[in-house]
């Protein structure tokens, strides 16, 4: 049996999503930052960087991308599901660590 690890979480954007086709013209990926505040302590505050992959392959992913380019924007309340999750440790340039946040591959997106 395969080990399996699901992921879900919600929150906020922290800023509007940024969108970027891929030079193949086959795929957007929409990079943004979803905040989440602890349950039950307001004062802890966890940022998860995402990436939302759409494929363009049918007359409907231009619907789907303006609705995307029209809802993913700051403050928009989101929820994410995803199986797949990376810890990365972001340094300055003298090498010494700065902060640690995780970095997830979003599988499924629900735009409240």
């Known amino acids: ?3 399996i690890l699901s ?3 919600s929150g906020r954007l ?3 999503a940024k969108a970027t086709t ?3 013209k086959q795929k957007i990926v929409y990079n943004f930052t979803l905040v989440n505040n602890l349950p039950g302590n307001t004062d802890k505050v966890f940022y ?5 992959w759409v494929s363009i392959k049918s007359n409907t992913t231009e619907s ?7 809802k993913l924007l700051k403050g928009q309340k ?13 340094t300055n340039d003298e090498g010494t660590k700065q902060y640690e946040n995780i970095t997830v591959t979003v599988e ?3 735009v409240s």
């Open 48 to 52: 998860i960087d995402c990436a939302y």
């Open 14 to 16: 922290a800023s509007d």
């Open 78 to 90: 989101v929820t994410i599901i995803s199986s797949y999750i990376e810890k990365r440790t972001n």
């Open 1 to 3: 049996m395969s080990d």
């Open 108 to 110: 499924k997106l629900d």
């Open 7 to 9: 992921f879900i979480a």
């Open 64 to 70: 789907y991308t303006k609705f995307l380019n029209d």
């Open 22 to 24: 891929l030079s193949d």
